[in-house]
């Protein structure tokens, strides 16, 4: 089983509904994160995580808020979607392995579609 | 955070050593260097992280030199597979300010 999830996998939704991704991992990782990659744009931190009780704000947070409901899993949410919201949105954590806190460990990504 | 400058693509035979450099001019004392592999439609992946001279795993080897200003990744004897977009990334071990994911460089492998 992977040890980063992400549901959905693929979401087509309107200009103004409410969505939300879901991300669960079995790392025991403490650090979560949120990136969203757009075409030749490289990946943009969304908001982080370093613990339950810990969040912050990453480059582009406006638009989206986040949940992390227990040490395993970090939602993101999108209050309004916008077409602009288009994208591919990957979670991540981290753990202090081998790479230490740098090497974080991806999910397989959600392709969220705006119309 | 410091910034790091890579060139945006690259193209390589089969069978040949290709070398990613970066540039990180104002990399601080308690920085590391790391770098991702990202496949189309797949999250990135760690593949290599150093802080100084030489760092080797079974996928690239990572070069250092002594001002640590830049940093140069060698992937040996590319194949096909290895086309993937590579990123440089600079920040410290702790990972109290998380790494910022510039654009990368496209390598292409062509047979």
């Known amino acids: 089983d992977a040890d980063v999830t992400q549901t959905p996998r693929n979401r087509i939704t309107k200009t103004g509904k409410r969505i939300m991704l879901e991300c669960s991992q079995t790392k025991g990782h403490d650090r979560m994160y949120w990136y969203r990659q757009d075409p030749g744009l490289g990946l943009r931190l969304i908001y982080y995580s370093f613990d339950v009780k810990d969040i912050n704000k990453g480059e582009i947070s406006d638009g989206y808020s986040v949940s992390r409901q227990a040490q395993a899993k970090f939602s993101l949410s999108l209050e309004s979607a916008i077409p602009n919201q288009t994208a591919l949105y990957f979670c991540?954590?981290?753990?202090?392995?081998?790479?230490?806190?740098?090497?974080?460990?991806f999910g397989p990504g959600t392709r969220l579609t705006v119309l | 955070l410091a910034k790091t400058t890579q060139p945006i693509s690259m193209d390589s035979y089969e069978g040949q050593e290709v070398n990613i450099t970066c540039s990180h001019n104002?990399?601080?004392?308690?920085?590391?260097i790391t770098w991702y592999q990202q496949f189309p439609s797949q999250g990135p992946r760690f593949i290599i992280q150093?802080?100084?001279t030489k760092v080797t795993n079974e996928v690239a080897s990572l070069f250092i030199p002594a001002d640590r200003k830049s940093s140069t990744l060698s992937l040996p004897r590319v194949s096909l597979s290895d086309t993937a977009v590579y990123y440089c990334l600079v920040g410290a071990n702790s990972g109290n300010t998380p790494l910022v994911f510039g654009k990368g460089t496209r390598l292409s492998v062509i047979a």
């Open positions: 150093g802080y100084k």
């Open positions: 104002n990399i601080a004392t308690n920085d590391y």
């Open positions: 991540a954590t981290s753990g202090n392995g081998g790479g230490g806190y740098n090497e974080q460990f």
